[in-house]
T-cell receptor, first 108, second 116 residues
Framework: LAKTTQPISMDSYEGQEVNITCSHN???????ITWYQQFPSQGPRFIIQ???TKVTNEVASLFIPADRKSSTLSLPRVSLSDTAVYYC?????????FGAGTRLTVKP | EAGVAQSPRYKIIEKRQSVAFWCNPI?????LYWYQQILGQGPKLLIQ????????DSQLPKDRFSAERLKGVDSTLKIQPAKLEDSAVYLC??????????????FGQGTRLTVV
């Protein structure tokens, strides 16, 4: 599976849009890009998944360029409750391996 | 819909003792995962089951860890004997088998193991 690289940490303020970029240079044709969110003392929770172009749901958008070597998770107007660790995964046939993730801290 | 159930929530044992964790996945989910999450790190995949067969256990320390999924439903993860470095949260997750593509995985709340 393709290795993913994302920033270790990010800070933001309430109401701002947050973009977390993940690089996955060796992504293969059958791989999907999936993002999970994890709060302290909880298991990860699925946020969004995509294959190419743009995907949007009620909590986030995922932008994937044509070469699929990177992806960007966009969180609109974050609040304090969005403080969490965000993981970018490249998934093939349900094989899910997590990296270190990005620790997002939202400040008032 | 009931989520992934894990027990116990917390466990404290002495090194060299044995311990077992239990997971009940969401009904109908063919794929089941066990992860180990050490404080400050991302979850590390230990084993992946498809029904009652093992898909991947390449990162499972087989000299001390074992896992089974009898009848393709519930699963247990055992550590024998435990070491101090096994202190972690053990997460169970399950997902549907879509045949093609990737299914969303649902995680339990985990079992926090402390080895003293």
């Amino acid at each position: 599976l393709a290795k993913t690289t994302q920033p270790i940490s990010m800070d933001s303020y309430e109401g701002q849009e947050v973009n977390i970029t993940c690089s996955h240079n060796n992504i293969a044709t059958n791989d999907y890009i999936t993002w999970y969110q994890q709060f302290p003392s909880q298991g990860p929770r699925f946020i969004i998944q995509g294959y190419k172009t743009k995907v949007t749901n009620e909590v986030a958008s995922l932008f994937i360029p044509a070469d699929r070597k990177s992806s960007t998770l966009s969180l609109p107007r974050v609040s304090l409750s969005d403080t969490a660790v965000y993981y970018c995964l490249v998934v093939r046939n349900n094989d899910m391996r997590f990296g270190a993730g990005t620790r997002l801290t939202v400040k008032p | 819909e009931a989520g992934v159930a894990q027990s116990p929530r917390y466990k404290i044992i002495e090194k060299r003792q044995s311990v077992a964790f239990w997971c009940n996945p969401i009904s109908g989910h063919a794929t089941l995962y066990w992860y180990q999450q050490i404080l400050g790190q991302g979850p590390k995949l230990l084993i992946q089951f498809q029904n009652n067969g093992v898909v991947d256990d390449s990162q499972l320390p087989k000299d001390r860890f074992s896992a089974e999924r009898l009848k393709g439903v519930d699963s247990t993860l055992k550590i024998q004997p435990a070491k101090l470095e096994d202190s972690a949260v053990y997460l169970c997750a399950s997902s549907l088998d879509l045949g093609q593509g990737v299914a969303e995985a649902f995680f339990g709340q985990g079992t926090r193991l402390t080895v003293v």
